[in-house]
Protein backbone atom coordinates (compact mmCIF):
# COMPACT_ATOMS: atom_id res chain seq x y z
CA UNK A 1 0.00 0.00 0.00
CA UNK A 2 2.82 2.55 1.04
CA UNK A 3 4.90 1.80 -2.19
CA UNK A 4 1.73 2.14 -4.02
CA UNK A 5 1.22 5.24 -2.97
CA UNK A 6 4.53 6.35 -3.28
CA UNK A 7 4.66 5.05 -7.31
CA UNK A 8 1.88 7.33 -7.59
CA UNK A 9 2.97 10.37 -6.24
CA UNK A 10 6.16 9.68 -7.82
CA UNK A 11 4.36 9.43 -11.68
CA UNK A 12 2.17 12.14 -10.85
CA UNK A 13 5.53 14.61 -10.06
CA UNK A 14 7.00 13.16 -13.36
CA UNK A 15 4.17 13.97 -15.11
CA UNK A 16 3.83 18.10 -13.92
CA UNK A 17 7.77 17.89 -14.26
CA UNK A 18 7.54 16.82 -18.06
CA UNK A 19 4.59 19.25 -18.98
CA UNK A 20 5.09 22.07 -17.22
CA UNK A 21 6.25 24.71 -19.39
CA UNK A 22 3.12 24.40 -21.63
CA UNK A 23 0.93 23.41 -19.01
CA UNK A 24 -1.60 26.71 -20.07
CA UNK A 25 -1.69 26.23 -23.69
CA UNK A 26 -1.90 22.48 -23.33
CA UNK A 27 -5.28 23.04 -20.85
CA UNK A 28 -6.31 25.96 -23.65
CA UNK A 29 -5.92 23.52 -27.00
CA UNK A 30 -7.13 20.32 -25.50
CA UNK A 31 -10.30 21.79 -24.14
CA UNK A 32 -10.42 24.75 -26.97
CA UNK A 33 -10.78 27.05 -23.82
CA UNK A 34 -13.80 25.66 -22.59
CA UNK A 35 -11.09 25.12 -19.30
CA UNK A 36 -11.61 29.30 -18.17
CA UNK A 37 -15.52 29.01 -18.79
CA UNK A 38 -15.82 25.87 -15.86
CA UNK A 39 -13.17 27.77 -13.63
CA UNK A 40 -15.32 30.56 -13.64
CA UNK A 41 -18.20 28.78 -12.96
CA UNK A 42 -16.60 27.07 -10.03
CA UNK A 43 -15.71 30.58 -8.64
CA UNK A 44 -19.42 32.01 -9.69
CA UNK A 45 -20.99 28.80 -7.62
CA UNK A 46 -18.15 29.84 -4.11
CA UNK A 47 -19.45 33.28 -4.74
CA UNK A 48 -16.83 34.16 -1.71
CA UNK A 49 -17.68 37.47 -0.20
CA UNK A 50 -15.39 40.18 0.54
CA UNK A 51 -12.33 39.90 2.60
CA UNK A 52 -12.85 35.65 2.74
CA UNK A 53 -10.10 33.30 3.34
CA UNK A 54 -9.32 30.70 0.66
CA UNK A 55 -6.91 27.63 0.74
CA UNK A 56 -5.97 26.80 -2.77
CA UNK A 57 -4.51 22.94 -2.26
CA UNK A 58 -3.10 21.57 -6.05
CA UNK A 59 -2.47 24.99 -7.43
CA UNK A 60 -0.43 24.52 -10.38
CA UNK A 61 -0.13 27.60 -12.55
CA UNK A 62 -2.55 29.76 -10.38
CA UNK A 63 -5.81 29.88 -12.08
CA UNK A 64 -8.16 29.53 -9.19
CA UNK A 65 -6.37 31.89 -6.85
CA UNK A 66 -6.10 34.40 -9.65
CA UNK A 67 -9.81 34.36 -10.01
CA UNK A 68 -10.49 34.47 -6.57
CA UNK A 69 -8.73 37.27 -6.05
CA UNK A 70 -9.78 39.79 -8.94
CA UNK A 71 -13.34 38.80 -7.59
CA UNK A 72 -12.85 41.64 -4.68
CA UNK A 73 -9.89 42.98 -6.09
CA UNK A 74 -7.14 41.70 -3.75
CA UNK A 75 -9.26 42.10 -0.54
CA UNK A 76 -9.43 37.93 0.18
CA UNK A 77 -6.31 36.47 1.23
CA UNK A 78 -5.13 33.15 -0.69
CA UNK A 79 -3.19 30.40 0.38
CA UNK A 80 -1.79 28.90 -2.41
CA UNK A 81 -0.32 24.63 -2.21
CA UNK A 82 1.71 23.12 -4.84
CA UNK A 83 4.57 19.96 -4.27
CA UNK A 84 5.71 20.23 -7.80
CA UNK A 85 8.91 22.49 -8.07
CA UNK A 86 8.48 24.14 -11.62
CA UNK A 87 4.15 24.05 -11.28
CA UNK A 88 5.41 25.95 -7.90
CA UNK A 89 7.95 28.55 -10.04
CA UNK A 90 5.64 28.83 -12.96
CA UNK A 91 2.26 29.68 -10.70
CA UNK A 92 4.14 31.80 -8.27
CA UNK A 93 5.76 33.93 -11.22
CA UNK A 94 2.37 34.11 -12.91
CA UNK A 95 0.65 35.60 -9.87
CA UNK A 96 3.83 37.91 -8.36
CA UNK A 97 1.38 40.76 -8.77
CA UNK A 98 -1.04 39.88 -6.32
CA UNK A 99 0.13 40.83 -2.36
CA UNK A 100 -2.50 38.66 -1.37
CA UNK A 101 -1.40 35.72 -2.50
CA UNK A 102 1.43 33.30 -0.62
CA UNK A 103 2.86 30.08 -1.77
CA UNK A 104 3.50 26.93 0.29
CA UNK A 105 5.07 23.69 -0.94
CA UNK A 106 3.56 20.50 -0.32
CA UNK A 107 1.14 17.52 -0.71
CA UNK A 108 -2.76 17.89 -0.32
CA UNK A 109 -2.20 14.91 1.96
CA UNK A 110 -0.13 17.03 4.73
CA UNK A 111 -1.23 20.54 4.65
CA UNK A 112 1.21 22.70 7.08
CA UNK A 113 -1.28 25.10 8.14
CA UNK A 114 -3.58 25.39 11.93
CA UNK A 115 -6.97 23.69 11.81
CA UNK A 116 -9.74 26.17 11.66
CA UNK A 117 -7.93 28.47 9.06
CA UNK A 118 -10.20 29.08 5.83
CA UNK A 119 -13.56 30.09 4.94
CA UNK A 120 -12.65 28.26 1.50
CA UNK A 121 -10.85 24.99 0.61
CA UNK A 122 -10.70 24.58 -3.12
CA UNK A 123 -9.00 21.61 -5.22
CA UNK A 124 -9.30 21.80 -9.20
CA UNK A 125 -8.19 18.94 -11.74
CA UNK A 126 -6.04 18.20 -7.81
CA UNK A 127 -7.98 15.66 -6.04
CA UNK A 128 -7.71 12.99 -9.12
CA UNK A 129 -3.53 12.92 -8.51
CA UNK A 130 -2.99 12.60 -4.97
CA UNK A 131 -2.12 9.39 -3.97
CA UNK A 132 -4.46 9.23 -0.64
CA UNK A 133 -8.16 10.79 -1.57
CA UNK A 134 -9.20 10.13 2.38
CA UNK A 135 -6.43 11.77 4.15
CA UNK A 136 -6.95 14.51 1.13
CA UNK A 137 -10.23 14.66 2.03
CA UNK A 138 -9.83 14.69 5.82
CA UNK A 139 -7.26 17.45 5.92
CA UNK A 140 -9.58 20.28 3.53
CA UNK A 141 -12.06 18.90 6.66
CA UNK A 142 -9.38 20.10 9.14
CA UNK A 143 -7.90 23.59 7.88
CA UNK A 144 -11.81 24.70 6.94
CA UNK A 145 -13.47 26.72 9.79
CA UNK A 146 -16.48 25.72 10.97
CA UNK A 147 -18.67 26.84 8.30
CA UNK A 148 -16.25 26.75 5.59
CA UNK A 149 -16.80 25.52 2.16
CA UNK A 150 -15.09 22.24 0.17
CA UNK A 151 -14.93 22.93 -3.58
CA UNK A 152 -13.41 20.53 -5.89
CA UNK A 153 -13.93 20.69 -9.86
CA UNK A 154 -12.83 17.64 -11.86
CA UNK A 155 -13.06 15.74 -14.47
CA UNK A 156 -15.78 13.27 -13.73
CA UNK A 157 -18.35 11.12 -16.07
CA UNK A 158 -20.33 11.94 -19.00
CA UNK A 159 -24.21 11.80 -18.76
CA UNK A 160 -25.02 11.91 -22.73
CA UNK A 161 -24.26 9.00 -24.93
CA UNK A 162 -23.46 10.87 -28.29
CA UNK A 163 -21.38 13.05 -26.51
CA UNK A 164 -19.29 10.26 -24.41
CA UNK A 165 -18.71 8.95 -27.91
CA UNK A 166 -17.65 11.89 -29.28
CA UNK A 167 -15.53 12.67 -26.50
CA UNK A 168 -13.62 9.68 -25.97
CA UNK A 169 -12.61 9.52 -29.79
CA UNK A 170 -11.84 12.97 -29.38
CA UNK A 171 -9.57 12.01 -26.47
CA UNK A 172 -7.53 9.41 -28.44
CA UNK A 173 -5.94 11.87 -30.46
CA UNK A 174 -4.75 14.08 -26.79
CA UNK A 175 -1.41 12.01 -26.08
CA UNK A 176 -0.28 12.79 -30.01
CA UNK A 177 -1.25 16.16 -29.54
CA UNK A 178 0.69 16.53 -26.16
CA UNK A 179 3.66 14.81 -28.14
CA UNK A 180 3.70 17.68 -30.90
CA UNK A 181 3.72 20.53 -28.29
CA UNK A 182 4.94 19.18 -25.94
CA UNK A 183 7.16 16.93 -27.17
CA UNK A 184 6.44 13.29 -24.79
CA UNK A 185 2.97 11.44 -25.28
CA UNK A 186 3.55 10.09 -21.92
CA UNK A 187 1.58 12.82 -19.75
CA UNK A 188 -1.29 12.68 -21.92
CA UNK A 189 -1.53 8.92 -21.76
CA UNK A 190 -1.88 9.43 -17.64
CA UNK A 191 -4.28 11.95 -18.03
CA UNK A 192 -6.81 10.32 -20.36
CA UNK A 193 -6.08 6.85 -18.01
CA UNK A 194 -6.33 8.92 -14.70
CA UNK A 195 -9.84 10.40 -15.71
CA UNK A 196 -11.14 6.91 -16.85
CA UNK A 197 -9.84 5.52 -13.26
CA UNK A 198 -11.30 8.37 -11.45
CA UNK A 199 -14.87 8.33 -9.41
CA UNK A 200 -18.34 9.27 -11.13
CA UNK A 201 -19.89 12.17 -10.22
CA UNK A 202 -21.95 10.00 -6.69
CA UNK A 203 -18.71 8.11 -5.59
CA UNK A 204 -16.77 11.17 -5.05
CA UNK A 205 -20.01 12.72 -3.22
CA UNK A 206 -20.42 9.60 -0.86
CA UNK A 207 -16.04 9.92 -0.38
CA UNK A 208 -17.39 13.70 0.42
CA UNK A 209 -19.72 12.91 2.90
CA UNK A 210 -17.66 9.94 4.49
CA UNK A 211 -14.95 12.53 5.18
CA UNK A 212 -17.01 14.94 7.19
CA UNK A 213 -18.77 17.10 4.99
CA UNK A 214 -22.63 17.65 5.11
CA UNK A 215 -24.92 19.15 2.54
CA UNK A 216 -22.76 17.99 -0.13
CA UNK A 217 -23.98 18.60 -3.55
CA UNK A 218 -22.78 18.37 -7.79
CA UNK A 219 -23.26 20.00 -10.75
CA UNK A 220 -22.23 19.01 -13.99
CA UNK A 221 -20.22 21.13 -16.73
CA UNK A 222 -20.93 20.70 -20.39
CA UNK A 223 -22.94 17.10 -19.49
CA UNK A 224 -20.30 15.81 -16.64
CA UNK A 225 -16.98 15.82 -18.54
CA UNK A 226 -16.16 18.09 -15.65
CA UNK A 227 -18.13 18.41 -12.36
CA UNK A 228 -18.10 20.88 -9.42
CA UNK A 229 -18.13 19.36 -6.06
CA UNK A 230 -19.52 21.09 -2.66
CA UNK A 231 -19.77 20.48 0.59
CA UNK A 232 -20.04 22.40 4.32
CA UNK A 233 -17.66 21.64 7.44
CA UNK A 234 -20.51 22.21 9.92
C1 LIG B 1 -3.92 19.32 -13.46
S1 LIG B 1 -2.97 20.36 -12.40
C2 LIG B 1 -4.19 21.49 -11.85
C3 LIG B 1 -3.65 22.87 -11.64
C4 LIG B 1 -4.69 23.94 -11.37
N1 LIG B 1 -5.36 23.74 -10.11
C5 LIG B 1 -5.67 24.06 -12.49
O1 LIG B 1 -6.88 23.89 -12.25
O2 LIG B 1 -5.26 24.36 -13.61
C6 LIG B 1 -2.74 19.33 -11.00
C7 LIG B 1 -1.74 19.86 -10.01
O3 LIG B 1 -1.79 19.02 -8.85
C8 LIG B 1 -0.48 18.92 -8.34
N2 LIG B 1 -0.42 17.74 -7.47
C9 LIG B 1 -0.08 16.48 -7.79
N3 LIG B 1 -0.11 15.69 -6.72
C10 LIG B 1 -0.51 16.45 -5.69
C11 LIG B 1 -0.73 16.21 -4.29
N4 LIG B 1 -0.56 15.00 -3.78
N5 LIG B 1 -1.08 17.25 -3.53
C12 LIG B 1 -1.28 18.48 -4.06
N6 LIG B 1 -1.08 18.76 -5.37
C13 LIG B 1 -0.70 17.77 -6.17
C14 LIG B 1 0.39 18.84 -9.58
O4 LIG B 1 1.74 19.11 -9.30
C15 LIG B 1 -0.29 19.84 -10.49
O5 LIG B 1 0.26 21.12 -10.38
Known amino acids: ?54 IDVASGTGDIAKLFSLRHTNFSKVTCVEPNENMFRIGRKNLVNFKNIKWIKSTAEILPVEDNMFDFYSISYGIRNVSDINKTLKEAYRVLKPGGRFMCL ?33 PYEYLINSIDAFYNQEQLLKLIVKNGFTNVKYRNLSNGISAIHSGWKI
Do not use: C
Open 1 to 54: MKSTIQDKAKLVNSVFSKVYNKYDLMNDVMSLGIHRVWKKKFIDWMNPSHGSSL
Open 154 to 186: EFSKIDNELINFLYKNYSKAIPALGKYIVGSSQ
